[in-house]
């Protein structure tokens, strides 16, 4: 899986470069960062949806921080395509969802990031999501699904960095 590890190692990149919004939970984002797609290993495929299974992954096995599991779990607007595969109930009683803002942070760092570790714009991420599995595929149905939430998360870490006046360009 060495396309989806680049991948990984850009998400923890991006997130190591918030931390002058994060404070004190710059460390947990980034764990959460260069583990949100551990679900995808094949030894580790429970349910086959890759947001529980990592989080399963790293409670069961390592006794992961809570956080870190959860937010492993919610990653990118998970709870949308846990519902599409019928796992919403499952994620929310294993996972409940916390620190919103965490969530909003991983989601940019993950929907900024290109398959080979690169930034690139949300826009450009979803297009390259809808060209890569086609417009016929679950995945694309959940990503039309799921982009209104991630714009929304997109944006908002946009804004504080903005607000910290912490430009994008320390993001490349």
């Not at 989080?55 to 846990?82: K, N, P, Q, S």
Request: glycine content about 8%.
């Amino acid at each position: 899986m060495p396309r989806r590890w680049e991948h990984s190692q850009g998400v923890g990149r991006r997130a190591e470069a918030l931390a002058p919004i994060l404070g004190k939970d710059a460390d947990i984002l980034a764990a959460s960062a260069w583990l949100h797609d551990i679900g995808y290993a094949p030894d580790l495929i429970d349910t086959g949806f890759h947001p529980i299974d990592g989080g399963r992954y790293l409670r069961d096995v390592h006794g992961a921080d809570e956080l870190l599991c959860r937010l492993v779990a919610h990653h990118t607007c998970a709870e949308i395509e846990a519902d599409e595969r019928g796992l919403l109930d499952i994620l929310t009683a294993e996972f409940p969802k916390q620190r919103g803002d965490l969530v909003e942070a991983l989601t940019f760092c993950d929907m900024t990031t290109s398959p080979d570790g690169l930034p690139l714009t949300v826009t450009e991420r979803l297009a390259e999501i809808r060209a890569r599995y086609g417009p016929e595929d679950a995945v694309t149905w959940t990503i039309n699904r799921a982009e209104p939430c991630i714009l929304s998360a997109v944006r908002a870490v946009e804004s504080r960095l903005t607000s910290a006046n912490v430009g994008l360009g320390c993001l490349v």
